[in-house]
């Protein structure tokens, strides 16, 4: 039985839009420090007004201070959705 022809191809090129967009899908590199930091001082705060029994971080806030913590946490989650 006779071979078939083998027929070459053509090497495929995406086209050149396709290409600059890609570049530009780069993350904000402000982002990820910002948002850390959010959380930590969140973190820190609640810590901080359970350790001193409510004297510190501002003792006027009372029981406050949790929401203040909490508050920095989700200021995290918000910049978070600027991550791409």
């Known amino acids: 039985m006779p071979k ?3 027929r070459k191809k053509a090497d495929y090129t995406p086209p050149a839009a396709k290409q600059t967009t ?3 899908l780069t993350s904000r590199a402000w982002v990820a420090p910002v948002m850390l930091a959010l ?3 969140g973190l820190a705060w609640i ?3 359970y350790v001193t029994d409510g004297k ?3 003792a006027d806030l009372g029981n ?3 929401v203040v913590g909490f508050g920095f946490i989700a ?3 918000g910049v978070s ?3 791409k």
């Open 4 to 6: 078939s022809r083998i």
């Open 22 to 24: 890609a570049l530009k």
């Open 39 to 41: 959380f930590l001082i």
């Open 47 to 49: 810590v901080v007004f």
């Open 56 to 58: 510190l971080p501002v």
């Open 64 to 66: 406050w201070n949790i």
């Open 75 to 77: 200021a995290g989650f």
């Open 81 to 83: 959705t600027q991550w």
